[in-house]
Protein backbone atom coordinates (compact mmCIF):
# COMPACT_ATOMS: atom_id res chain seq x y z
CA UNK A 1 0.00 0.00 0.00
CA UNK A 2 1.33 3.34 -1.06
CA UNK A 3 2.15 5.68 1.90
CA UNK A 4 -0.21 8.25 0.15
CA UNK A 5 -3.20 6.16 0.72
CA UNK A 6 -2.50 5.35 4.27
CA UNK A 7 -3.11 9.45 4.39
CA UNK A 8 -6.31 10.66 5.83
CA UNK A 9 -7.93 13.53 3.46
CA UNK A 10 -7.26 15.83 5.61
CA UNK A 11 -3.70 15.35 5.77
CA UNK A 12 -3.64 14.76 2.23
CA UNK A 13 -5.23 18.45 1.56
CA UNK A 14 -2.96 19.80 3.83
CA UNK A 15 0.21 18.32 2.42
CA UNK A 16 -1.80 19.58 -1.22
CA UNK A 17 -1.83 22.92 -0.10
CA UNK A 18 1.72 22.71 1.21
CA UNK A 19 2.88 21.98 -2.16
CA UNK A 20 4.50 18.61 -0.98
CA UNK A 21 3.07 16.46 -3.05
CA UNK A 22 1.31 17.23 -6.12
CA UNK A 23 -2.40 16.26 -7.23
CA UNK A 24 -0.75 13.96 -10.10
CA UNK A 25 1.51 11.83 -7.75
CA UNK A 26 -2.25 11.31 -5.62
CA UNK A 27 -3.66 10.49 -9.01
CA UNK A 28 -0.88 7.97 -9.79
CA UNK A 29 -1.24 6.56 -6.29
CA UNK A 30 -5.28 6.04 -6.39
CA UNK A 31 -5.17 4.72 -9.93
CA UNK A 32 -2.41 1.76 -8.71
CA UNK A 33 -4.68 1.06 -5.83
CA UNK A 34 -7.68 0.33 -7.89
CA UNK A 35 -5.87 -1.67 -9.88
CA UNK A 36 -4.57 -3.77 -7.16
CA UNK A 37 -7.77 -4.23 -5.47
CA UNK A 38 -10.55 -3.15 -7.59
CA UNK A 39 -11.31 -6.81 -8.95
CA UNK A 40 -11.70 -8.63 -5.58
CA UNK A 41 -14.40 -5.89 -4.42
CA UNK A 42 -15.45 -4.09 -7.31
CA UNK A 43 -16.22 -1.07 -5.94
CA UNK A 44 -15.13 1.57 -8.81
CA UNK A 45 -17.43 1.33 -12.07
CA UNK A 46 -16.04 3.84 -14.35
CA UNK A 47 -12.68 5.29 -14.18
CA UNK A 48 -12.02 8.87 -15.73
CA UNK A 49 -8.22 9.31 -14.93
CA UNK A 50 -7.30 11.35 -18.56
CA UNK A 51 -10.22 13.54 -17.20
CA UNK A 52 -8.66 14.24 -14.06
CA UNK A 53 -5.27 14.65 -15.23
CA UNK A 54 -6.07 17.36 -17.53
CA UNK A 55 -8.12 19.43 -14.52
CA UNK A 56 -5.23 18.43 -12.24
CA UNK A 57 -2.97 20.36 -14.72
CA UNK A 58 -5.33 23.32 -15.05
CA UNK A 59 -5.39 23.67 -11.39
CA UNK A 60 -1.67 23.49 -10.87
CA UNK A 61 -1.00 25.97 -13.47
CA UNK A 62 -3.35 27.95 -11.32
CA UNK A 63 -2.75 31.00 -9.03
CA UNK A 64 -2.99 29.42 -5.38
CA UNK A 65 -3.57 32.86 -3.68
CA UNK A 66 -7.25 33.04 -3.18
CA UNK A 67 -8.65 29.83 -2.53
CA UNK A 68 -11.13 29.29 0.14
CA UNK A 69 -10.51 27.62 3.23
CA UNK A 70 -13.16 24.74 2.26
CA UNK A 71 -10.49 24.35 -0.60
CA UNK A 72 -9.37 20.96 -1.47
CA UNK A 73 -6.23 21.64 -3.90
CA UNK A 74 -6.41 18.47 -6.07
CA UNK A 75 -7.95 15.78 -4.29
CA UNK A 76 -8.68 12.77 -5.95
CA UNK A 77 -12.54 11.64 -5.51
CA UNK A 78 -15.15 9.21 -6.08
CA UNK A 79 -18.62 9.86 -7.50
CA UNK A 80 -21.54 7.20 -6.93
CA UNK A 81 -22.79 6.20 -9.98
CA UNK A 82 -26.47 8.12 -10.39
CA UNK A 83 -25.06 10.91 -9.97
CA UNK A 84 -24.15 13.40 -13.00
CA UNK A 85 -20.73 13.93 -14.54
CA UNK A 86 -21.01 15.77 -17.36
CA UNK A 87 -19.51 13.68 -20.18
CA UNK A 88 -19.24 10.41 -18.24
CA UNK A 89 -21.35 7.33 -17.99
CA UNK A 90 -24.08 7.46 -15.67
CA UNK A 91 -26.10 4.15 -15.49
CA UNK A 92 -27.78 4.14 -12.21
CA UNK A 93 -27.02 0.49 -11.98
CA UNK A 94 -30.03 -0.46 -14.49
CA UNK A 95 -30.13 -1.91 -17.72
CA UNK A 96 -32.02 0.56 -18.93
CA UNK A 97 -29.45 3.56 -18.46
CA UNK A 98 -26.69 1.40 -19.38
CA UNK A 99 -25.25 3.82 -22.28
CA UNK A 100 -26.35 6.72 -21.13
CA UNK A 101 -23.56 9.50 -21.06
CA UNK A 102 -24.60 12.78 -18.72
CA UNK A 103 -25.08 15.40 -20.81
CA UNK A 104 -24.34 18.12 -17.56
CA UNK A 105 -23.06 17.78 -13.70
CA UNK A 106 -25.06 17.64 -11.05
CA UNK A 107 -24.74 20.74 -8.88
CA UNK A 108 -22.91 18.45 -6.32
CA UNK A 109 -20.16 17.41 -8.61
CA UNK A 110 -20.17 21.21 -9.93
CA UNK A 111 -19.72 22.60 -6.32
CA UNK A 112 -16.73 19.83 -5.80
CA UNK A 113 -14.78 20.64 -8.53
CA UNK A 114 -14.87 24.10 -8.43
CA UNK A 115 -13.83 23.36 -4.77
CA UNK A 116 -10.37 21.50 -6.60
CA UNK A 117 -11.86 18.36 -6.40
CA UNK A 118 -10.60 15.42 -9.31
CA UNK A 119 -13.20 13.19 -9.75
CA UNK A 120 -11.64 9.66 -10.61
CA UNK A 121 -14.52 7.91 -11.15
CA UNK A 122 -17.97 6.03 -10.43
CA UNK A 123 -18.81 4.23 -7.52
CA UNK A 124 -21.51 0.75 -7.55
CA UNK A 125 -24.72 0.93 -6.15
CA UNK A 126 -28.34 -0.83 -6.41
CA UNK A 127 -29.88 -0.51 -9.43
CA UNK A 128 -31.96 2.99 -8.85
CA UNK A 129 -30.43 3.22 -5.44
CA UNK A 130 -32.56 0.88 -3.94
CA UNK A 131 -31.98 -2.15 -1.55
CA UNK A 132 -29.13 -2.20 1.32
CA UNK A 133 -26.99 -4.87 -1.61
CA UNK A 134 -25.14 -2.97 -3.57
CA UNK A 135 -25.75 -5.58 -6.65
CA UNK A 136 -26.78 -4.70 -10.06
CA UNK A 137 -27.47 -6.38 -13.75
CA UNK A 138 -25.08 -4.00 -15.44
CA UNK A 139 -21.73 -4.20 -13.07
CA UNK A 140 -22.31 -7.03 -10.83
CA UNK A 141 -21.75 -7.21 -6.76
CA UNK A 142 -19.57 -4.84 -4.86
CA UNK A 143 -18.17 -6.70 -2.12
CA UNK A 144 -16.86 -5.63 1.66
CA UNK A 145 -13.13 -5.33 1.67
CA UNK A 146 -13.30 -6.52 5.40
CA UNK A 147 -14.48 -9.82 3.70
CA UNK A 148 -15.17 -10.33 0.44
CA UNK A 149 -17.63 -12.90 0.70
CA UNK A 150 -19.75 -10.19 2.75
CA UNK A 151 -21.90 -7.37 1.77
CA UNK A 152 -20.83 -4.23 2.01
CA UNK A 153 -24.57 -2.62 1.80
CA UNK A 154 -25.93 -0.41 -0.15
CA UNK A 155 -26.95 2.06 -1.46
CA UNK A 156 -23.63 3.89 -1.31
CA UNK A 157 -21.79 0.70 -0.95
CA UNK A 158 -19.08 0.91 -3.73
CA UNK A 159 -18.35 4.46 -2.44
CA UNK A 160 -17.84 2.67 1.43
CA UNK A 161 -15.72 0.29 -0.05
CA UNK A 162 -13.60 2.30 -1.97
CA UNK A 163 -12.85 4.30 0.59
CA UNK A 164 -12.09 1.61 3.22
CA UNK A 165 -10.13 -0.27 0.76
CA UNK A 166 -7.92 3.27 0.04
CA UNK A 167 -9.06 3.64 -3.51
CA UNK A 168 -9.83 7.66 -2.30
CA UNK A 169 -9.82 9.35 0.25
CA UNK A 170 -13.62 11.09 -0.39
CA UNK A 171 -16.41 9.99 -1.85
CA UNK A 172 -19.77 11.06 -2.48
CA UNK A 173 -23.03 9.50 -1.11
CA UNK A 174 -26.91 9.98 -1.05
CA UNK A 175 -29.19 8.93 1.30
CA UNK A 176 -32.74 8.37 1.63
CA UNK A 177 -33.34 5.10 3.92
CA UNK A 178 -29.92 4.47 5.23
CA UNK A 179 -28.05 4.39 2.20
CA UNK A 180 -24.95 6.08 3.71
CA UNK A 181 -25.02 5.33 6.79
CA UNK A 182 -25.24 1.48 6.29
CA UNK A 183 -22.41 1.13 4.22
CA UNK A 184 -20.67 3.19 6.41
CA UNK A 185 -21.04 0.34 8.96
CA UNK A 186 -20.51 -2.57 7.19
CA UNK A 187 -17.22 -0.72 5.70
CA UNK A 188 -16.11 0.78 9.16
CA UNK A 189 -16.03 4.05 7.37
CA UNK A 190 -18.10 7.67 8.28
CA UNK A 191 -20.39 9.34 6.56
CA UNK A 192 -22.91 12.18 7.01
CA UNK A 193 -26.36 12.21 6.50
CA UNK A 194 -26.76 16.05 6.30
CA UNK A 195 -30.05 17.86 7.54
CA UNK A 196 -32.40 18.38 3.94
CA UNK A 197 -30.88 21.12 1.97
CA UNK A 198 -27.51 21.33 3.67
CA UNK A 199 -26.40 19.91 0.03
CA UNK A 200 -28.17 21.61 -2.92
CA UNK A 201 -30.23 18.93 -5.21
CA UNK A 202 -32.60 18.95 -8.20
CA UNK A 203 -35.32 17.17 -7.15
CA UNK A 204 -38.26 16.02 -9.17
CA UNK A 205 -39.98 17.10 -5.84
CA UNK A 206 -37.89 19.94 -4.69
CA UNK A 207 -39.79 20.05 -1.01
CA UNK A 208 -38.60 16.54 -0.15
CA UNK A 209 -36.73 16.19 2.81
CA UNK A 210 -36.40 12.29 2.57
CA UNK A 211 -33.59 11.95 0.04
CA UNK A 212 -30.22 13.79 1.07
CA UNK A 213 -26.59 14.37 -0.53
CA UNK A 214 -23.70 14.03 1.77
CA UNK A 215 -19.86 12.87 2.16
CA UNK A 216 -18.34 10.05 3.01
CA UNK A 217 -14.58 9.54 4.17
CA UNK A 218 -12.63 7.33 6.08
CA UNK A 219 -12.81 10.19 9.57
CA UNK A 220 -15.01 12.29 11.03
CA UNK A 221 -12.44 15.37 10.02
CA UNK A 222 -12.66 14.24 6.78
CA UNK A 223 -16.11 14.05 6.53
CA UNK A 224 -16.40 17.87 7.71
CA UNK A 225 -13.96 18.73 5.49
CA UNK A 226 -15.83 17.46 2.34
CA UNK A 227 -19.01 18.97 3.73
CA UNK A 228 -17.49 22.04 4.09
CA UNK A 229 -16.91 21.56 0.28
CA UNK A 230 -20.46 20.54 -0.61
CA UNK A 231 -22.73 22.50 1.90
CA UNK A 232 -24.26 26.03 0.96
CA UNK A 233 -26.66 27.68 -1.03
CA UNK A 234 -28.35 26.92 -4.59
CA UNK A 235 -31.14 28.98 -6.02
CA UNK A 236 -32.12 25.72 -7.86
CA UNK A 237 -33.12 23.88 -4.09
CA UNK A 238 -35.52 26.32 -2.25
CA UNK A 239 -34.53 23.67 1.20
CA UNK A 240 -30.50 25.23 0.30
CA UNK A 241 -29.17 27.60 3.37
CA UNK A 242 -29.07 31.33 2.31
CA UNK A 243 -27.27 32.03 5.90
CA UNK A 244 -23.26 31.51 5.93
CA UNK A 245 -22.46 27.91 7.13
CA UNK A 246 -19.86 27.16 9.97
CA UNK A 247 -16.18 25.78 8.77
CA UNK A 248 -17.55 22.02 9.87
CA UNK A 249 -13.82 21.18 9.66
CA UNK A 250 -12.85 23.16 12.15
CA UNK A 251 -15.60 21.97 14.27
CA UNK A 252 -14.67 18.97 13.81
CA UNK A 253 -10.53 19.48 14.99
CA UNK A 254 -11.99 20.82 17.77
CA UNK A 255 -13.73 17.55 19.76
CA UNK A 256 -16.09 18.24 22.44
CA UNK A 257 -17.39 15.61 24.78
CA UNK A 258 -20.97 16.09 25.04
CA UNK A 259 -22.79 16.51 28.30
CA UNK A 260 -26.20 14.30 28.20
CA UNK A 261 -26.28 11.62 25.29
CA UNK A 262 -29.54 8.94 25.12
CA UNK A 263 -28.16 5.75 24.13
CA UNK A 264 -31.09 2.93 22.27
CA UNK A 265 -29.86 -0.14 20.53
CA UNK A 266 -33.42 -0.55 18.95
CA UNK A 267 -35.52 3.21 19.32
CA UNK A 268 -38.21 1.16 20.57
CA UNK A 269 -38.91 -0.74 16.99
CA UNK A 270 -37.06 -3.00 15.83
CA UNK A 271 -38.17 -6.22 16.13
CA UNK A 272 -34.83 -7.78 16.64
CA UNK A 273 -31.36 -6.70 16.99
CA UNK A 274 -28.16 -9.16 16.54
CA UNK A 275 -26.60 -10.02 19.99
CA UNK A 276 -23.41 -8.24 19.04
CA UNK A 277 -24.90 -5.04 17.67
CA UNK A 278 -26.61 -4.72 21.31
CA UNK A 279 -23.36 -5.88 23.16
CA UNK A 280 -21.24 -3.36 20.88
CA UNK A 281 -23.91 -0.24 21.48
CA UNK A 282 -23.28 -1.50 25.65
CA UNK A 283 -20.08 -0.68 25.25
CA UNK A 284 -19.98 2.28 23.67
CA UNK A 285 -22.37 3.74 26.61
CA UNK A 286 -19.92 2.51 29.37
CA UNK A 287 -17.00 3.61 27.57
CA UNK A 288 -19.18 7.42 27.26
CA UNK A 289 -20.04 7.01 31.10
CA UNK A 290 -16.56 6.20 32.07
CA UNK A 291 -15.48 9.49 30.48
CA UNK A 292 -17.63 11.74 32.10
CA UNK A 293 -20.73 11.90 29.94
CA UNK A 294 -24.13 11.37 31.26
CA UNK A 295 -25.49 8.64 29.68
CA UNK A 296 -29.46 7.56 29.59
CA UNK A 297 -30.98 4.72 27.74
CA UNK A 298 -33.90 6.83 25.70
CA UNK A 299 -35.36 7.52 22.18
CA UNK A 300 -37.96 9.74 20.79
CA UNK A 301 -41.47 8.14 19.64
CA UNK A 302 -40.77 6.76 16.66
CA UNK A 303 -44.20 4.57 16.58
CA UNK A 304 -44.38 3.76 12.76
CA UNK A 305 -42.35 5.80 11.44
CA UNK A 306 -41.15 3.22 9.03
CA UNK A 307 -44.20 2.53 8.11
CA UNK A 308 -44.92 6.35 7.34
CA UNK A 309 -41.59 6.56 5.40
CA UNK A 310 -42.55 3.75 2.95
CA UNK A 311 -45.58 5.28 2.34
CA UNK A 312 -43.38 8.61 1.52
CA UNK A 313 -40.96 6.54 -0.33
CA UNK A 314 -43.67 5.18 -2.37
CA UNK A 315 -44.71 8.62 -3.76
CA UNK A 316 -41.71 9.91 -4.42
CA UNK A 317 -40.66 6.94 -6.53
CA UNK A 318 -43.77 7.25 -8.41
CA UNK A 319 -41.80 10.40 -9.75
CA UNK A 320 -38.52 8.82 -10.12
CA UNK A 321 -39.11 5.44 -11.60
CA UNK A 322 -42.80 5.08 -12.65
CA UNK A 323 -42.62 6.48 -15.93
CA UNK A 324 -40.20 3.59 -16.92
CA UNK A 325 -42.39 0.64 -15.91
CA UNK A 326 -44.26 0.21 -18.97
CA UNK A 327 -41.38 -0.05 -21.04
CA UNK A 328 -38.91 -1.70 -18.91
CA UNK A 329 -40.67 -4.17 -16.38
CA UNK A 330 -38.89 -7.11 -18.01
CA UNK A 331 -35.45 -6.11 -17.15
CA UNK A 332 -36.00 -3.79 -13.88
CA UNK A 333 -35.11 -5.77 -10.88
CA UNK A 334 -38.03 -7.62 -8.53
CA UNK A 335 -37.68 -4.94 -6.10
CA UNK A 336 -37.79 -1.77 -8.05
CA UNK A 337 -40.79 -3.16 -9.38
CA UNK A 338 -42.67 -3.58 -6.47
CA UNK A 339 -41.77 0.36 -5.50
CA UNK A 340 -43.30 1.31 -8.50
CA UNK A 341 -46.94 -0.16 -7.54
CA UNK A 342 -46.56 -0.11 -4.21
CA UNK A 343 -46.30 3.93 -4.73
CA UNK A 344 -49.03 3.93 -7.46
CA UNK A 345 -51.61 2.07 -5.53
CA UNK A 346 -51.21 4.37 -2.66
CA UNK A 347 -54.33 7.29 -2.40
CA UNK A 348 -53.50 10.74 -1.61
CA UNK A 349 -55.25 10.50 1.57
CA UNK A 350 -52.19 7.77 2.61
CA UNK A 351 -49.46 10.27 1.06
CA UNK A 352 -51.15 13.51 3.35
CA UNK A 353 -51.22 11.31 6.26
CA UNK A 354 -48.09 10.32 6.07
CA UNK A 355 -46.85 13.80 5.98
CA UNK A 356 -48.82 14.89 8.51
CA UNK A 357 -47.26 11.92 10.93
CA UNK A 358 -43.92 13.04 9.39
CA UNK A 359 -44.67 16.78 11.20
CA UNK A 360 -45.52 15.47 14.08
CA UNK A 361 -42.02 12.75 14.63
CA UNK A 362 -39.97 16.03 13.77
CA UNK A 363 -41.60 17.94 16.67
CA UNK A 364 -41.04 15.18 18.62
CA UNK A 365 -37.64 14.61 18.02
CA UNK A 366 -36.79 18.45 18.73
CA UNK A 367 -38.39 18.18 22.07
CA UNK A 368 -36.47 14.83 22.74
CA UNK A 369 -33.14 16.93 21.38
CA UNK A 370 -33.85 19.81 24.17
CA UNK A 371 -32.87 17.64 26.82
CA UNK A 372 -29.82 15.08 24.89
CA UNK A 373 -27.24 16.40 23.07
CA UNK A 374 -27.58 13.36 21.10
CA UNK A 375 -28.88 10.26 20.35
CA UNK A 376 -26.63 6.97 19.72
CA UNK A 377 -27.91 3.98 18.24
CA UNK A 378 -27.03 1.09 15.93
CA UNK A 379 -27.02 2.07 11.87
CA UNK A 380 -28.55 -1.87 10.93
CA UNK A 381 -29.79 -4.23 12.96
CA UNK A 382 -27.23 -7.21 11.94
CA UNK A 383 -23.94 -7.41 11.03
CA UNK A 384 -22.97 -7.45 7.26
CA UNK A 385 -24.59 -10.57 6.10
CA UNK A 386 -23.28 -12.86 2.78
CA UNK A 387 -22.93 -10.97 -0.56
CA UNK A 388 -25.03 -13.45 -2.39
CA UNK A 389 -28.55 -12.48 -0.20
CA UNK A 390 -30.55 -10.10 -2.15
CA UNK A 391 -31.14 -8.63 1.72
CA UNK A 392 -32.04 -10.45 4.53
CA UNK A 393 -35.08 -11.95 5.16
CA UNK A 394 -35.05 -12.67 8.81
CA UNK A 395 -32.76 -12.66 11.53
CA UNK A 396 -32.79 -14.76 14.52
CA UNK A 397 -35.59 -16.20 14.03
CA UNK A 398 -37.88 -12.66 13.23
CA UNK A 399 -39.14 -12.13 9.60
CA UNK A 400 -38.46 -9.29 8.22
CA UNK A 401 -41.88 -7.10 6.09
CA UNK A 402 -39.95 -6.78 2.59
CA UNK A 403 -36.46 -6.04 1.90
CA UNK A 404 -36.96 -2.64 3.62
CA UNK A 405 -37.89 -4.29 6.61
CA UNK A 406 -33.97 -4.99 8.03
CA UNK A 407 -33.50 -0.87 7.16
CA UNK A 408 -35.83 -0.07 10.20
CA UNK A 409 -33.53 1.82 12.56
CA UNK A 410 -32.31 3.91 9.50
CA UNK A 411 -35.56 4.53 7.93
CA UNK A 412 -37.22 5.81 10.79
CA UNK A 413 -34.23 8.08 11.81
CA UNK A 414 -34.35 9.39 7.91
CA UNK A 415 -37.97 10.71 8.97
CA UNK A 416 -37.20 13.01 12.20
CA UNK A 417 -34.86 15.74 10.09
CA UNK A 418 -32.00 15.53 12.03
CA UNK A 419 -28.97 14.94 11.06
CA UNK A 420 -26.74 11.85 11.82
CA UNK A 421 -22.93 10.64 11.62
CA UNK A 422 -22.79 7.29 10.67
CA UNK A 423 -19.17 6.15 12.26
CA UNK A 424 -17.51 2.83 13.31
CA UNK A 425 -18.61 1.71 16.68
CA UNK A 426 -16.98 -1.77 17.02
CA UNK A 427 -17.05 -5.41 15.41
CA UNK A 428 -18.38 -8.95 16.11
CA UNK A 429 -15.88 -11.48 17.75
CA UNK A 430 -15.13 -12.25 14.18
CA UNK A 431 -13.60 -9.47 13.05
CA UNK A 432 -16.36 -7.59 10.90
CA UNK A 433 -17.57 -3.61 10.82
CA UNK A 434 -20.64 -2.92 13.60
CA UNK A 435 -21.50 0.94 13.08
CA UNK A 436 -23.52 3.94 14.93
CA UNK A 437 -25.80 6.67 14.03
CA UNK A 438 -24.54 9.54 16.16
CA UNK A 439 -28.09 11.39 15.64
CA UNK A 440 -27.57 15.46 16.23
CA UNK A 441 -30.30 17.93 17.15
CA UNK A 442 -32.38 20.01 14.12
CA UNK A 443 -29.78 21.43 12.35
CA UNK A 444 -26.71 21.05 14.12
CA UNK A 445 -24.10 19.86 12.08
CA UNK A 446 -21.66 21.74 13.51
CA UNK A 447 -22.10 20.12 17.26
CA UNK A 448 -22.38 17.11 15.70
CA UNK A 449 -19.22 17.42 14.21
CA UNK A 450 -17.69 18.49 17.65
CA UNK A 451 -19.28 15.39 19.45
CA UNK A 452 -18.41 12.81 16.79
CA UNK A 453 -14.44 13.26 16.78
CA UNK A 454 -14.67 13.19 20.64
CA UNK A 455 -16.31 9.82 20.27
CA UNK A 456 -13.99 8.53 17.62
CA UNK A 457 -10.94 9.45 19.55
CA UNK A 458 -12.39 7.58 23.02
CA UNK A 459 -13.19 4.24 20.86
CA UNK A 460 -10.38 4.50 18.67
CA UNK A 461 -11.39 2.95 15.32
CA UNK A 462 -10.55 5.06 12.57
CA UNK A 463 -6.87 4.34 12.06
CA UNK A 464 -8.20 0.57 11.11
CA UNK A 465 -8.78 1.96 7.30
CA UNK A 466 -7.89 1.71 4.70
CA UNK A 467 -7.09 -2.23 4.64
CA UNK A 468 -6.17 -4.73 1.79
CA UNK A 469 -9.45 -6.90 0.85
CA UNK A 470 -8.81 -10.29 2.33
Not at 7 to 35: C, H, N, Q
Not at 301 to 329: C, E, K, M, S, W
Not at 388 to 417: H, I, K, Q
Request: hydrophobic share 45%; with cysteine.
Amino acid sequence: MHEFIKWTATEAVARLARGEVSPLELLDAAEARISETNLQINAMVTLCFDRARDRARQLMSGSRSGRPAEFLHGLPIAVKDNTDVEGLRCTSGSRVYENRIAPGSDPVVQRLEAQGALIVGKTNLPEFAAGGNTFNDVFGATRNPWDTRMSASGSSGGSAAALAAGQVWMATGNDFGGSIRTPAAFCSVSGLRPSPGRVARLQKQPFNPLSVEGPMARTVADVALMFDAEAGFDARDPLSPREPLPSFAQCAARPERPRRVAVSADLGIAPVVDGDVRASINDVAKKMAADGVEVEEAHPDLANAAAHFLTLRGAVYIARVAPLLAQYRNVLKPEVVENIEFGLGLKLTDVVSAEIAQGEIIRRAAAFFERYDALICPAAVCPPFDVNWRYPESWDGVDFSGYMGWLVLTCAVTMTACPVLAMPGGFTPGGMPLGLQVIGRPQGEAALFGHGAWLESLLGFAHLTPLDPR
